[in-house]
T-cell receptor
Framework: DVKVTQSSRYLVKRTGEKVFLECVQDMDHENMFWYRQDPGLGLRLIYFSYDVKMKEKGDIPEGYSVSREKKERFSLILESASTNQTSMYLC????WGTGSNQPQHFGDGTRLSIL | GIQVEQSPPDLILQEGANSTLRCNFSDSVNNLQWFHQNPWGQLINLFYIPSGTKQNGRLSATTVATERYSLLYISSSQTTDSGVYFCAVKSPGANSKLTFGKGITLSVRP
């Protein structure tokens, strides 16, 4: 079974802090994704990466950056946390799928509160 | 971009009842997934079903790609089926990005 592990289930930070959310997958997947989930808005893609050191913006990248130095690890960074970034953050991974698309597998999520 | 609509937005069932959840999408797709998010926030893969029909226990799903919809069937519902059900799709050429519907909240009462 695919295992996607997010470093924290719950996290509380203060406004202005730099926040790191870590995600690790154990299946040698090329693709990794960061989503945020808010009530009434569903899941929205923040950033994704299709290879080491490669990244592309999703639908809502403002206020976030990402890092992928190793294939198995994808980090989401809140450069200066703000209260409107309080949310549930979900990481996912999948095999590269051009033509033969592969399902995404999700971690358990991190509930982040910015005070 | 592609639009995904799920219906109904909310559903309340008595334990043992059957239900059908619908997902409509606005363009052709080459990836469609159904997920169940449990009350603890975990997002569980139910089906990867860009076309055809699949069954897994009490759950089954059908995607009719030419008519741009997918259906998730839950039979003999149980309280543990409660949660939010998401449909997510990917268009050809849209790299690997999934677009999610807003979800269907299901409550199964004992």
């Amino acid at each position: 079974d695919v295992k996607v592990t997010q470093s924290s289930r719950y996290l509380v930070k203060r406004t202005g802090e730099k926040v790191f959310l870590e995600c690790v997958q154990d299946m040698d997947h090329e693709n990794m994704f960061w989503y945020r989930q808010d009530p009434g808005l569903g899941l929205r893609l923040i950033y994704f990466s299709y290879d080491v050191k490669m990244k592309e913006k999703g639908d809502i990248p403002e206020g976030y950056s990402v890092s992928r130095e190793k294939k198995e690890r994808f980090s989401l960074i809140l450069e200066s946390a703000s209260t409107n970034q309080t949310s549930m953050y979900l990481c996912a991974s999948s095999w590269w799928g051009t033509g033969s698309n592969q399902p995404q597998h999700f971690g358990d999520g991190t509930r982040l509160s910015i005070l | 971009g592609i639009q995904v609509e799920q219906s109904p937005p909310d559903l309340i069932l008595q334990e043992g009842a059957n239900s059908t959840l619908r997902c409509n999408f606005s363009d052709s797709v080459n990836n469609l997934q159904w997920f169940h998010q449990n009350p603890w926030g975990q997002l569980i893969n139910l089906f990867y079903i860009p076309s055809g029909t699949k069954q897994n226990g009490r759950l089954s799903a059908t995607t009719v790609a030419t008519e741009r919809y997918s259906l998730l069937y839950i039979s003999s519902s149980q309280t543990t089926d409660s949660g939010v059900y998401f449909c997510a799709v990917k268009s050809p050429g849209a790299n690997s990005k999934l677009t999610f519907g807003k979800g269907i909240t299901l409550s199964v009462r004992p």
